[in-house]
């Protein structure tokens, strides 16, 4: 392995998601992921798998769930959970030819990352259950790669009101620079 593939793990996962219908005057329906299924590889999208009175199951693709070196204190608290999130982001898919109005855009572990997605309106993210042998995959990651970081408690530098900067005396050269000696 190369020291790039070390600092990263990936594993394919297949996404079912649910489509519910609902009693709401603006939506009749809803996509709710349900499951991940481990080592789902190329999966063809838009399988449907189950149905019911109201609601119909679909592998709706797969994708890579990643791990990065970088990213282990957010995995570290994604496995803090009871029980622990793989989250899934679903985006629009404008394409008319398409199966269904969405499509899979991204699987991962790390809570910090889901959340930096859900500042644009058109993704929707949620998270199903992790299952117990990626739960086993990403603490054996966390545990060969983590690096606690120490904590350098900053020392706060006593304010002058008589020193450069803000509210300093004007210097005697009338450049109005501040007394900062630059001018």
């Not at 190329?42 to 990065?68: F, K, T």
């Not at 679903?90 to 109005?101: K, V």
């Amino acid at each position: 392995m190369t020291e790039s593939i070390e600092r990263m793990a990936s594993l394919p996962v297949g996404v079912i998601a649910e489509r519910r219908e609902m009693d709401n005057p603006w939506q009749d329906h809803q996509w709710i992921p349900v499951e991940i299924v481990p080592g789902a590889g190329s999966v063809p999208a838009w399988q449907e798998i189950g149905r019911g009175d109201g609601w119909v199951r679909y592998i709706i693709g797969s994708a890579p769930l990643e791990l990065h070196r970088r990213e282990t204190e957010a995995y570290k608290v994604n496995l803090s959970n009871d029980p622990p999130q793989v989250y899934v982001l679903l985006r629009s898919d404008d394409d008319p030819d398409a199966p269904q109005e969405i499509k899979l855009f991204l699987v991962t572990a790390s809570p910090y990352e889901a959340q930096n997605y859900l500042d644009t309106e058109d993704n929707m993210l949620l998270s199903v259950p992790m299952p117990p042998d990626v739960i086993a995959w990403v603490q054996a990651f966390v545990d060969k790669h983590h690096v606690e970081e120490p904590f350098y408690k900053r020392k706060r530098q006593r304010y002058d009101p008589d020193g450069l900067g803000f509210g300093a005396k004007p210097s005697s050269d009338g450049g109005g620079n501040g007394g900062n000696g630059v001018g």
